[in-house]
Each structure stands twice: as C-alpha cells, then as structure tokens.
C-alpha cells in the first residue's frame, strides 16, 4: 500500500462508482440503487446520526488497535530478545493463532455483557496475535552483532531497548496494524451486531434487514469503505514519517 | 592498558580456547591479533571488551578488573554494526545519546563527561573521517568504507582510551581498506589511543602491528608476540622488511608454531 499513490486511488474509486452507476442504471431495482443516491443519502444521514455511528465505531476500532500494539509489542519485544521465553510461549501462541476468535462472539459477549468491552476485546484477540508474532519476528531478526556494537557503547538493557529494539520493531508494528485494519473493520461488523445502538455494523443491519433502506445500509457500507481506508492512509502517513530509512535511494 | 591474568574461557559445549593464558598490552600500543578463522580471536577481543566473561582469571583494563563494557573502550566490529534506521549523523552520535540517556554515572558513561559539547564533536568526527557530505544518508545508501567510516566516527566521537577492532576492514576492497588503515591509524595516533585489531588477514597484521599475538590452534596458553615497531606509512607495504614479517608471518602459521 506504500506505494500506491493517493491520486491513483482516487481515479481507480471514479471508476468503480462509474460502474456502479451504470450497472445501477441498467438493473433498476431496490436492492442495488445507484450511488448518486447512496451519497445523497450519506451527506444527508451524516448530520443525522450516521456520523454518531460511525464515530462510535472509529472509537472502537482505534481502541482495539492501540490496546492490542500496547500488549503486543512489548511482549513480542520480549519474546524476540529471549530465545529461553520464546522457546516457552511458541507452541502455545502456535496453537492459539489460528483459532478463528470470530466464532467466540457470543462466549465473549456472554462473559462481558454488554457494552464496549466485549466489542473492543473480540476486536483486541485477534489483532493482538497478529502483531505479537510480527513483532516478536523482528526483534528477533536483529543482527547479534548490532546489539554488541551498541553494548559496547556503553549500552544496558534499557538504552538497548530505547535506542534497537523499539525503532528496530517499529515498521513491523506499523505492518502489523496496517494489515489488521481490514480484519478489525470486518470484525467491527460482527461485534456491532450485538446488543448496542450505536456503530456501523448497527446501522447497517438495522437499514438493511429490518427497515429495508437500502440507500441508507449503502450510505453505511460507505461509511465504514472510508473508515478503513481513512486508517489506512494514517498509518501511511505514519510509516513514511517514521520509516524513511526502508526505502533508501539508490545512490 | 590491559592485562589478562590467567584467563580459562570455553563456550559452553566445546573445548577450550584459552587456559591459563595471560597477556598484557600497555599503553599506547599498536597491536594486531593474526589467527585464522575460530581460533578464538574474536573471543579475545570480546573478552576484552567486557562482553564475555571468562570463567576463571579476569581481564584488567586500566587498572580495574572487567565486569562489564567500560564506557572508555571503543569497539568496531566487521559488519553491522550500525542502525539502519538512522542516519549516518545520528548513527555518529548513538554512543553520545546513550551517554545522554544514563547521565554520567560512571558506570555506562565516564563520570567526567561534558553533555553540552556533543553535536559539536559529532561534527568534528564527520569531518575527521570525510563523511560530514554524507550525514543525512541511511547506511544501505553507504558503500562499505563509508559505513566502516561512520562506525570509527561513532566509536572515536566517545574519547575512548582504548579501541578495539574486529576485522574492520576485512568486508573492503584493497585500495579503500589501505587507505583506511592509515587515516585510522593516523587518529589513534593523534587520540593516543591504545589499538587492538583482529584480522585472519597477514598483510594487514604486519602493516598495522607494531606488536603481533598469534593465535594457532587452541587451546591458547602462552601468548606467541613478534615485535614489528615499524611506521605507518604507505611506503612501509614496500620495504624489505615488511615483506619479511609477511613472510614470517605465513609461514608461522602454516607452521601452527604458536599452538
């Protein structure tokens, strides 16, 4: 995605709503209204709640990101530093990957009832083995011999982690997320079918399964389109800021 | 300088390298370590600086028993040993940041450091190693001589007393590592710093030691020393009795004398 420049995406997004419209056009039924509609109706329900909803789901999906890199990265520093603790927690971060945590929904909604923290920790599971596997690979990628030379420069345990380890993991935690936002978007879906008011998933399933809006689901759809694709572009932006050595011109 | 006193060191699994070996390098010396390839050199040299222990004996540096890396030792390794996230400037002054970082507390930084004059003294080295044109590049966008520049600038930007080298120049082509040996040397000498320098290289051993430990086959015991007080100076490579030490130097080796 670095790579893919901002106007591109743009022009390829006209194409597809070209599509669409002509698609629309052709077909003309309920189901599928054109999109000049769709972002009438997403302009109008902006003000009108949909911008409340999908507040609602920015917040829990920043906040299932920030949490997951919170517990994550310094765990999976820890595991790459350690040969002995990864050695201790492979089988078991092995066997626990794959678990699709998607169908423990309903285990975790029973747990934590209702409200924000069982949304934000269905979200937080996954993404959180996600970074912990990338983050725990790339501390244990660095070079032994980049840790002595920086030893040698007086270096303890802290300055090590101050001045290798955290700018050494910082593009895998930065891969990491960017590769989550689409899992944690598809997720925010699921998590916001059950048992709140508020939020994109809602919202799209109220319009579309009960009161038969399509306009509006569709004005919903757009609206999490961009959520995503707005955290994209932040954590773009973030990766070209704090990253610039990975793409080194050649001299 | 630095003395070591019966030292015993083996990695865990294998058979030793050093027993009972002693070796004392005084101040202001030049010296080379000249082995081949696992013969403990690199050991040594990691013993020395404080980044292996020995399990029996103990490494004095300066007059003070080794636990530790001592924030007066400087070391340059052959390969990565800088940050490739940061640039050679900031690369130049990592060993400054982290005296920084821990304040003077004598123990990851000299009690007497000054912190006010650091950027001046990155600055300094930069230009020292004619690097300074360089500063806002990465080092994958270095050649190797230039990221062995930067390291020595990193290394040197700390005012240590005693440097320590680990095949620095072994990854360069002839004309850049010649060169570099002597705008080395050259700042050693103007620092009087106290060198040691690995190689499995002979040529380089005998330009750049003006004393030479040769380490055969271990395990080592008595340290093998050859005496070459020579300048260091291009022409040296020339001379009749540089190609002497060469050649005693090879044929010691193929000779395994020293073991």
Same mark, same amino acid.
């Given at each position: ?43 109008? +329900? ?206 | ?27 202001? +010396? ?220 090879? +044929? ?8």
């Amino acid at each position: 995605m670095t790579d893919v420049r901002r106007r591109d995406v743009l022009l390829a997004l006209l194409a597809l709503l070209l599509l669409w419209q002509l698609v629309a056009a052709l077909a003309q039924i309920p189901l599928l209204p054109p999109p000049s509609l769709v972002v009438t109706t997403f302009v109008r +329900e902006v003000p009108r709640g949909l911008g409340r909803h999908a507040l609602a789901s920015l917040y829990r999906v920043v906040a299932s990101i920030a949490l997951a890199v919170l517990a994550a990265a310094p765990l999976g520093l820890a595991l790459g530093q350690s040969v002995r603790l990864n050695r201790l927690a492979a089988p078991f971060i092995y066997l626990l990957y794959p678990i699709p945590k998607v169908a423990l929904a309903p285990i975790v909604l029973l747990l934590l009832g209702v409200g924000e923290l069982p949304k934000i920790v269905l979200i937080f599971l996954i993404l959180f083995f996600q970074i912990l596997v990338l983050v725990r690979d790339s501390a244990a990628a660095i070079r032994p011999e980049l840790v002595l030379s920086v030893r040698s420069l007086g270096a303890g345990r802290r300055a090590l982690f101050r001045f290798v380890y955290l700018p050494a993991s910082l593009p895998a935690v930065l891969t990491a997320i960017r590769q989550s936002i689409g899992t944690a978007v598809a997720l925010l879906y699921v998590a916001e079918l059950f048992a709140t008011r508020w939020g994109l998933g809602y919202y799209i399933y109220l319009n579309g399964s009960t009161l038969f809006n399509y306009p509006a689901m569709y004005a919903g759809v757009l609206a999490m389109s961009l959520l995503g694709l707005g955290l994209y572009f932040a954590v773009d932006a973030l990766e070209q800021r704090l990253c610039r050595w990975q793409a080194p011109s050649p001299r | 300088m630095l003395e070591a006193c019966g030292l015993h060191f083996a990695y865990a699994g294998r058979p030793p390298l050093f027993v009972e070996f002693s070796w004392s390098v005084a101040a202001g +010396e030049t010296w080379a370590v000249l082995g081949p390839s696992g013969c403990g050199k690199s050991t040594l040299l990691m013993l020395a600086a404080g980044l292996l222990r020995p399990q029996q004996g103990d490494v004095r540096v300066a007059g003070a028993t080794l636990h530790r890396p001592r924030p007066r030792t400087g070391l340059i390794l052959q390969e990565y040993g800088l940050l490739p996230w940061a640039t050679v400037r900031q690369n130049v002054a990592l060993g400054l940041d982290i005296r920084r970082f821990y304040g003077p507390d004598g123990r990851h930084a000299p009690q007497d450091e000054r912190l006010e004059d650091h950027a001046a003294r990155v600055d300094y080295w930069l230009e020292r190693l004619g690097i300074a044109p360089l500063a806002d590049a990465y080092p994958a966008q270095l050649s190797g001589g230039e990221r062995q520049r930067t390291a020595i600038a990193r290394t040197l930007a700390l005012n240590p007393d005693l440097l320590l080298m680990d095949e620095p120049f072994s990854s360069l082509d002839a004309p850049t590592r010649e060169a570099l040996q002597i705008l080395t040397l050259t700042l050693c000498r103007e620092q009087q710093l106290t060198v040691i320098l690995v190689t499995h290289a002979l040529e380089e051993a005998a330009f750049v030691g003006q004393r030479i430990l040769l380490l055969g086959r271990p395990p080592h015991h008595v340290p093998c020393i050859i005496e070459a007080p020579h300048p260091h100076e291009a022409a040296y490579r020339h001379t009749p009795a540089y190609q002497a030490l060469c050649a005693e130097l090879r +044929e010691r080796l193929e000779a395994e004398e020293c073991s």
